[in-house]
C-alpha cells in the first residue's frame, strides 16, 4: 500500500487566521513555512508522497486541509466547514481528490469540520463543536452507513475540533485529553491521556507503524513510548498560534500499490 499526504502552502495571509479558543498572537509567516516544510518531510520520511497544493493568499487558513474533506478508501466527503471564511478552501482540494476517489458533498445549511471527524477502522467519531453541528454528523451518516462504517456523535468542550482532544495512534487506541471529552464516549477503547498540561499533545498523527507528535511535550511522548509507540516529533509552534494541530496539516490516502 502506497500513501499520499495532501498538503497545503501555508496562506501569506495567515495572521488573519481564524481563532475560536486561543488569543491572537503575532505568525512569523517564514517560520510557518519552514516548521511546515519540515512536516512535509517528516511525512515523506514515513513513505508518503506529498502533494502540495498552492497557497491561497485570500483564504488565511488554506493550510489546514483537513478541514476541508475527509478520505476514506471508498470515497472521500467534502465538508461544508463551519467558518464562513473557510468555505472557499474546498474546491481546490475537491480537484486533487476527485482523480482519486469519488466525491460526496456536505450540502447546507449543515456544517462540518474534517478536524471534527476521529475515524478508527469502520468506527467514526463525529465532534459537536461550533463548526460541526447535527446535521453535518446525519450527513455523514448518510454517506458512510450504507459503507457498514458506524457513525457516532460525542460532544466537546472548550476546544476547536474533536481531533484537538483525541487522536486514533494505533489499533483500538486513542490518545486523549480529558479535559475536553468523557473518555465514556470511547467505550471499548484503550485510551491514554495526555500529560498534566500538555492539552495539545492529544492532537497526533499515526501513520504506519509511527505515531507524529508535536515537540514540546515530553510527559506524552514518554508515555506514547512506554506504550511502544515508535514516535517521529515535529515543531508546530507558529501553526499553533493559528490554532492548528498535526493532523490538520495533511489529508492522507492510502493508495493501491502501482501495479496491484
Ligand atoms: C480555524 O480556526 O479554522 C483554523 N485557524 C485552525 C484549524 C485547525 N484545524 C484542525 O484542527 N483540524
Redesign the pocket.
Same mark, same amino acid.
Given at each position: 500500500m502506497a500513501r499520499l499526504a495532501i498538503t497545503r502552502g501555508v496562506s501569506p495571509a495567515i495572521a488573519r487566521?481564524?481563532?475560536?479558543h486561543r488569543e491572537r498572537t503575532p505568525i512569523d509567516f517564514e517560520r510557518a513555512r519552514r516548521q511546515h516544510a519540515a512536516y512535509e518531510a517528516a511525512l515523506t520520511g514515513l513513505g508518503c508522497e506529498v502533494h502540495r497544493l498552492p497557497a491561497d493568499a485570500d483564504a488565511p487558513?488554506c493550510v489546514?486541509v483537513?478541514?476541508v474533506a475527509v478520505v476514506f478508501d471508498e470515497l472521500a466527503i467534502l465538508t461544508r466547514p463551519g467558518?464562513v471564511s473557510?468555505r472557499r478552501e474546498t474546491p481546490p482540494v475537491a480537484a486533487a481528490l476527485a482523480e482519486r476517489r469519488r466525491l460526496v458533498s456536505i450540502d447546507a445549511p449543515a456544517t462540518l469540520?474534517? !478536524?471534527d471527524v476521529l475515524v478508527a477502522g469502520r468506527q467514526v467519531f463525529v465532534g459537536l463543536t461550533s463548526r460541526t453541528d447535527e446535521a453535518g454528523a446525519a450527513a455523514l451518516e448518510r454517506a458512510l452507513g450504507p459503507l457498514g462504517y458506524e457513525v457516532t456523535s460525542v460532544p466537546v468542550q472548550g476546544a476547536?475540533?474533536l481531533?484537538?482532544v483525541a487522536s486514533h495512534v494505533a489499533p483500538g487506541l486513542l490518545l486523549i485529553d480529558p479535559a475536553g471529552i468523557d473518555p465514556a464516549a470511547f467505550d471499548g477503547y484503550e485510551l491514554l491521556t495526555v500529560a498534566e498540561g500538555e492539552s495539545p499533545a492529544a492532537?497526533a498523527l499515526w501513520i504506519g507503524d509511527t505515531v507524529l507528535v508535536a515537540a514540546g511535550f515530553d510527559g506524552t511522548r514518554k508515555r506514547l513510548e512506554q506504550r511502544g509507540l515508535k514516535i517521529v516529533e515535529v515543531e508546530n509552534g507558529e501553526l499553533a498560534r493559528?490554532? !492548528?494541530?498535526l493532523?490538520?496539516c495533511s489529508l492522507i490516502l492510502e493508495m493501491p500499490a502501482r501495479g496491484a
Open positions: 487566521c481564524e481563532l475560536t487558513d489546514f483537513e478541514d467558518a473557510r469540520d474534517g !478536524g476547536l475540533h481531533k484537538s492532537n493559528a490554532e !492548528g494541530g493532523t490538520c
